[in-house]
């Protein structure tokens, strides 16, 4: 699981800082920065930094944008498609059967139309004075722009060679990273909660309720992404690790008095100088993940957009932990017992 992990959240680290920077000393060869008119609108990025260098501008077209993303999701919905280059087929074959139109498509179709030419017009009145911007401004906004799974990776191509051929393995070592952490991730996950399971009903291991418990937390996984849909998709496996993430000093604190537990380690209990030597290291760790958890947690909880979220989860698994153990009671420990005849009685005798 480390791996992935590490593999993944490289990339991102190292392609997220490529793209703050806006490509660095090489941005005047990029197609944004074009004095030509046709080369800057060809960028990959000019719709994303449309909004923001128009409200640099004093005329701000960040309200006909969302109007029109509203009404393209919407039409893209009612059509059940998902990409613009299925729109113009999707649309010529509602041509060809006018009369049987859904009236609610008919109406998604005219409020798109007519939001796509206030947003052709706006572009038209605004794009040469974009053109005209300091560089400086395009190549900030571009730094500002949110970027999907194929724009992260592609920034890692120079590592691989560039071109195409590096695009393309940075992609697919990206991919590898993020199906190995999630595919790690709902393994694991399955096995604890089957084992809480186990806990919560007061059945053994390998048992069906076992098994319901790690089928749960699968299927729960492999659907998820259906829910979590849209352009935020990628950002679900990062979702995912934080939250794992804060969760980490439980485990590191759970090994921790293991490792020391005379009756869980018996005789593999490290002693002598392993022992001093694995509770240093593991003393140290605990110490470390539990700052930098709480240091992320305070950093989440004063967040305006998460904050809340952030800390209504904090307090209701705080709550859950404690009722746990409040409610659980100790096992039953278990008593040898050995029968002794009546000669051996009196012998002893």
Known sequence: MVIPYLLVTTCVVIASAT??????????????ASADLSTMKSSQYYDAVFVTLSERLGDSAKDL?????????????????????????????????????????????????MSEAKLIAKHEEL????LAMPLAEKQLASSLVKRNAWQLSSALAPIFGGGDVGKDKASRIFGIGVLGMGFSTIIILMLINGYAFCEMFKVEQGSSM?????LVSGVCGAIW?????????????????????ILLPIAYSTFFMMMN??????????????????????GVSCIVVIVAVIATIM????DEKTGSLVLGMVVIYVIAVIIGFLTKKPAPIAVETTTVSESETEVYK
């Open 299 to 302: 950093q989440k909880v004063g």
């Open 65 to 113: 944008v969302d109007a029109h993303t509203a009404n393209e999701k919407k039409l893209f919905s009612l059509l059940g498609i998902k990409k613009n280059d299925q729109l113009q087929d999707a649309l010529a074959k509602l041509e060809e059967n006018k009369d049987g139109q859904d009236p609610d498509l008919a109406q998604a179709i005219e409020d798109y139309s």
């Open 210 to 214: 076992h098994m319901i418990g790690c």
């Open 19 to 32: 793209m703050f920077h806006a490509g660095g000393e090489g941005f005047e060869n990029t197609p944004l």
């Open 127 to 130: 794009d040469p004075r974009i």
């Open 261 to 282: 537990n005379k009756k869980i380690m018996g005789d593999e209990r490290p002693e002598g100088g392993r022992r001093v030597l694995w509770n240093v290291l593991m």
């Open 225 to 245: 992404p259906l829910v979590w849909d849209g352009p935020a998709k990628l950002w679900l496996a990062i979702a995912v690790s934080s939250f794992g993430f």
